[in-house]
């Protein structure tokens, strides 16, 4: 068998040490030998039930360049992703950076060309691919259970009143809810759906002390073709909802769908739990789908699947698939988060700036 992949970790903070270390010391073909932190005691103790042992650095540029490194894995503040990544990527290491990608599409368009250039794999973790509620509406609707679909809404909603002393939420460049949830609901819709024609959009603070933006209604707007109707796709997310809200809703003309609770893995890590685990990413709650008469039928979800990502990703350097989230892809992202910004800035429709790279890179859509 061929020899693990070495992987660097840049950053241990909730995103670092919840998602990514456990996923990492948890796939076969990876080995986490670095992570770059400035609490060894935290990552000795959090690593310790997955029996992994990795050198523990201060820099993180350190550890974007490690000789014996193959994969550099950035889950840094989003202001130093892409000085990071590019330090790796112009090392010769394969990267993968958490959401949000960059800070705008430029910074995006120039990874992508770097990677390009070296001929390295450059890929953003894109975990809710593989949440089960996600996973349960897209099997739905490439079923075509509802019929032509008109609206779709997707909500990730929370109640957090008390403003937390985290960088991402002070006036830093890159935080903010939008930059935060965003890239969920954004990689998901353009998954079922490929790039809208315009995006409106309402981007606030709702909280009295908040710094940065803490509400967030992002409208994609599909228009009518010969072959499909106008389509709604509404992104929502709030810092302010006490009252639980539906994960997913969508409306066609033959039904409607609702998924009520959100994908449990989160949950389950931060209980430390660990992925290999029998129940780990075991959704209980039905996707139920509505018609014209009669109770809804309840549709068990699949399981969910985050450690997927880190699967695909060692098979995609190994050259057996393909990478799971492309810089096309990734970059596209980019430019309707920002789209988003704007368009909420400016009270207008906008449209969406894709290159022909960017736009075919969601070819694989439902609609």
Not at 134 to 149: C, H, K, Q, S, T
Not at 211 to 233: C, E, F, G, S
Not at 331 to 337: D, G, I, Q, R, S
Request: aromatic share 6%; proline share 7%.
């Amino acid at each position: 068998m061929a020899a693990p992949l070495s992987v660097a970790l840049i950053g241990f903070g909730f995103v670092g040490s919840t998602f990514h270390a456990p996923y990492l010391t948890t796939t076969a073909g990876l080995e986490l030998k670095v992570v770059s932190s400035r609490d060894p005691d935290k990552v000795k103790e959090a690593l310790a039930p997955f029996d992994a042992k990795p050198q523990v650095v201060g820099s993180p540029l350190e550890a974007a360049t490690s000789d014996g490194i193959d994969l550099v894995v950035i889950a840094s503040p989003n202001d130093s992703h892409f000085a990071l990544a590019k330090a790796a990527l112009e090392a010769g290491k394969h990267v993968v950076v958490d959401k949000p990608f960059t800070l705008d599409s430029a910074e995006a368009r120039e990874l992508a060309r770097i990677a390009k250039q070296h001929n390295r794999l450059l890929s953003v973790f894109q975990n809710r691919r593989w949440d089960s509620d996600f996973l349960a509406v897209r099997r739905a609707l490439e079923d075509n259970l509802i019929g032509p679909l008109v609206e779709f809404e997707s909500r990730i909603d929370r109640f957090r009143p008390q403003v937390r002393d985290r960088w991402r939420e002070q006036a830093l460049p890159g935080s903010g809810l939008w930059f935060d949830l965003g890239p969920h609901l954004a990689d998901q819709a353009l998954l079922l759906f490929g790039p809208p024609t315009e995006v409106s959009a309402t981007i606030t603070t709702s909280r009295p002390a908040a710094q940065v933006n803490d509400w967030a209604q992002v409208i994609l707007h599909y228009p009518a073709t010969a072959h499909q109707l106008a389509l709604t796709v509404t992104l929502h997310a709030s810092m302010l909802s006490a009252a639980p809200t539906p994960r997913f809703m969508a409306h066609g003309v033959a039904g409607s769908l609702l998924k009520q609770h959100a994908d449990g893995q989160e949950s389950q890590l931060r209980a430390g739990v660990s992925p290999l685990d029998e129940h780990f990413g075991v959704d209980n709650d039905p996707l139920l789908h509505y018609q014209q008469e009669g109770d809804p039928i309840a549709i068990a979800p699949p399981c969910g699947t985050q450690a997927r990502y880190y699967a695909e990703i060692r098979d995609a350097i190994a050259g057996k698939v393909e990478n799971p989230v492309t810089p096309a892809q990734a970059t596209a992202l980019m430019v309707l988060l920002e789209t988003a910004q704007q368009a909420a800035a400016s009270g207008q429709r906008l449209p969406l700036a894709l290159n022909d790279d960017e736009r075919k890179a969601w070819s694989q859509t439902v609609r």
